[in-house]
Structures are given as C-alpha cells and as structure tokens.
C-alpha cells in the first residue's frame, strides 16, 4: 500500500494507524469500572462464569451472595431489587455489580422477551453461588 507522506498524518489521524483493521491489535471496551468490598481472601480463589435465561415475568429466589457478583445483560432487560437500596434497571449491553451479604431478588418484568444474562464472580472455592433468604 503507498501513501502519500502529505497524508500520513491524516490518515493516522481518521484511523490510529496505517495497518488494515485485521493486522492492528484487538483491544476490549470498558463496560464498568467498580471498587467493591467483600472479595474473598484466601490463598486461592475459584473464578466461575455463567449464563442465565430469565423467561419473561420470571424471578430468582429472594437471596444473598457472599461475594460481588457481576452481571452483564446479552438480551432484554434486567430488574433487580435489593433490600433497603434503589431498584436497579440494566439493558442489554450494560453490566452491573451487585453487592454481598445484601437480601435481593432479579426479575425480568418483560410479558414477551426472555432475559439472558453472563454472571461473573470470585470466591473462594467451595463457596455456594447464593443464600436463599425465607
């Protein structure tokens, strides 16, 4: 590929770079930045990644975690509730960290669309996903 040299500093400009799309590096997007407490602290940790369909008017459990988890929506829109907090509203394409040790209840409020979600957290190993709450 020639380039004119006038118009190098254009095109690096409109594109970063002068490699085609294919040879630059793939770099992610930021999608939430948070500092949490109640990361668990032993000497090694399980890291486990999930996925759920919520059907529409569905809910989970009224429950705790012990640890942050991360939920990041793939389709549809979800609802969580948590005790003595604002009710939370994440979308598709947005995350968000729900807190340990806080009573919570996830609803997809859709009549038609099911939720999906990626659930992402650390813990120690062994430690169980949620505490149902009665």
Same mark, same amino acid.
């Given at each position: 590929?020639?380039?004119?040299? $006038?118009?190098? @500093?254009? +095109?690096?400009? $409109?594109t970063?770079?002068?490699?085609?799309?294919?040879?630059?590096?793939?770099?992610?997007?930021? +999608?939430?930045r948070?500092?949490?407490?109640g990361?668990?602290?032993? $000497?090694?940790? &399980?890291?486990?990644? +999930?996925?759920?369909?919520?059907?529409?008017?569905?809910?989970?459990?009224?429950?705790?975690?012990?640890?942050?988890?991360?939920v990041?929506?793939?389709e549809?829109?979800f609802?969580?509730?948590?005790?003595?907090? &604002?009710?939370?509203?994440?979308?598709?394409?947005q995350?968000?960290v &729900?807190? @340990?040790?806080?009573?919570m209840?996830?609803?997809?409020r859709?009549?038609? &669309?099911a939720?999906?979600?990626?659930?992402?957290?650390? $813990?120690? @190993?062994?430690? @169980?996903?949620?505490?149902p709450?009665?």
């Amino acid at each position: 590929m020639r380039v004119h040299l $006038a118009f190098l @500093p254009i +095109l690096l400009a $409109a594109t970063g770079s002068i490699l085609p799309a294919a040879a630059q590096p793939a770099r992610p997007d930021l +999608l939430l930045r948070e500092t949490v407490s109640g990361m668990p602290r032993g $000497a090694t940790q &399980e890291i486990q990644v +999930l996925t759920a369909t919520i059907a529409p008017g569905q809910s989970t459990v009224f429950h705790t975690h012990a640890f942050p988890v991360t939920v990041y929506v793939l389709e549809g829109t979800f609802t969580l509730d948590l005790q003595g907090r &604002e009710t939370v509203v994440v979308r598709a394409g947005q995350s968000m960290v &729900e807190p @340990p040790n806080v009573p919570m209840t996830g609803h997809n409020r859709s009549a038609t &669309e099911a939720t999906r979600v990626v659930i992402f957290f650390v $813990a120690d @190993p062994g430690t @169980p996903f949620l505490h149902p709450m009665h």
